[in-house]
């Protein structure tokens, strides 16, 4: 069979790794502190949008999810800056004439300052998250639903409750609590960004940060930070998507019925296993390996397995890979891994598992967030120039 004639071929990015951090954001603040590389411009993109899209659709790849950055459009709580609200229409309007679908993600990773210090701060306020949120996504849906193909609600909420405020720690020294207490809050977060986006005439996805994991020994210790790592990745999110229960470690069960089924489809980033040591360190998975220069070893059957666990799981769900790349200098190593990938979802399609679209991070070079602008993930380098990596998509 292959690939369906209706197939959706895109390309991810987000706002601050292609434009660079908004001044209003909470990430900004991290790079005038010096906790992580500034951003500047990003890739370019904020200028130079067209052309972007132009090569997008020149390689075939003709969607593109971007984040429409809050902290842009509403610096400042209740005031909205129109030029960058006529900024981002005039950005998904150029996308439309290129022959480009534009999905707009609604918070990936980043967040306006002054959102975060409300109440207990974000998401895990409840006013600040069902208000606040609530009004932003409202607002977004209004004033850009007639040009967005697709919305996609919240990028990875497992990878950001685990890594907000933690400080790129290990598993064995993040505060746990902290962790599940933002990753619930995040996952009513989606709900919420759901009920105004639902049955809107456009597809909404999610995009779960999902791989398999596994102790990388036989240990009782590495057995347990596994099962953490099992649970942040699957097991909560799952049981909300299915019974409309929010089951956090060391919490009584909440029954939401409105968790479940959020979303039109069950979309998701993939990228490598999920390894972890007795000593609670993340550790590249399968030994063996060639291992990228973030640490992880990218592994094109760990992608059938998500596949056919969700399809398992969640039966009926059509599925969306959100994000799949690999970060490397290495071009041919890249189309190697794509080109198995790619496989390795044709065979899942045969294998009647209903597989909609396959959205690459990234297009453009961009910034890579505690690495600056030293990892390349793009099929084309940020001077626009195609990697061989474009040529074998386009085919």
Known sequence: MGFPDDFWWGTASSSTQAEGAAPES????????????????????????????????????????????????????GRRDQAAVEHYREMLETARSAGIAPWVCLHHFTLPGWFTEVGDGGFVDDHARSYFWARHVAFCAETFGDV???????????HYAGAYDQGGRQPANRDWRRVFDLYG???????????ELRGGGTPVATIHGLSPVYAVDDSVPAAKWASALEALTWSIWLRAER???????????????????????????????AGVDRDGRFAAYPRGQRVGPLGYAPWSEGLGLVLHRLHDELPGRPLLIGEHGVGTDDDAWRVDVLRESLGVVEEAIDDGIDVRGFFHWTGVDTYEWDRGFSVAFGIFDRNREPRGSAEFLAR
Request: zero cysteines; glycine letters at 10%.
């Open 26 to 77: 909470d990430w900004y603040a991290l790079e005038q502190e010096g906790v992580v590389p500034r951003s500047g411009d990003g890739n370019g993109f904020a200028t130079r949008y067209a052309e972007d899209f132009e090569l997008g659709a020149q390689h075939g790849l003709t969607h593109h999810r971007l984040s429409i950055e809050w902290a842009r459009i509403e610096p400042e709580e």
């Open 148 to 158: 967005v193909f697709g919305w996609k609600l919240i990028n990875e909420p497992n």
């Open 243 to 273: 019974d409309g229960v929010l089951e956090l470690p060391d919490r009584a069960s909440r029954e939401i019925p409105d968790l479940r089924e959020v979303g039109d489809l069950i979309g998701f980033s993939y990228y490598s296993a």
């Open 185 to 195: 809050a995040t996952l009513l977060a989606q709900r919420d960004a759901w009920r």
